[in-house]
């Protein structure tokens, strides 16, 4: 594994992590899963929306759209501060940028 990043998964009520090497064809996965992971915290007012914030602006591709750079931006103006209501917005951009769905469809 190259670089792997750890993900704590959306219950909290179930101790675990998930760990996704950061391959180029894992780099998608990785981002979802830490975009939805984010999407989480933030709508639990949860702390840990910082450290996954982080982890998600490590994983920004560095050709990613003018738009996802500016949505990150804003998410990371939200979370500094810890406004989580008015991060979900521009997450919702961010995602749509990277053409990722932040809701699993079932």
Do not use: F, W
């Amino acid at each position: 594994m190259t670089n792997p990043a750890t993900v704590p998964l959306a219950d909290s009520r179930k101790p675990a992590i998930l760990i996704v090497d950061d391959a180029p064809d894992n780099l998608g996965t990785l981002r979802t899963v830490l975009l939805r992971h984010l999407d989480t915290c933030l709508r639990n007012d949860d702390a840990r929306a910082e450290d996954a914030l982080t982890t998600l602006q490590n994983k920004l591709p560095a050709g990613a759209p003018p738009a996802a750079h500016a949505a990150l931006a804003a998410v990371r103006q939200a979370v500094e501060d810890i406004e989580y209501d008015a991060a979900l917005s521009p997450l919702a951009e961010l995602a749509r940028a990277l053409d990722i769905e932040l809701r699993e469809k079932v």
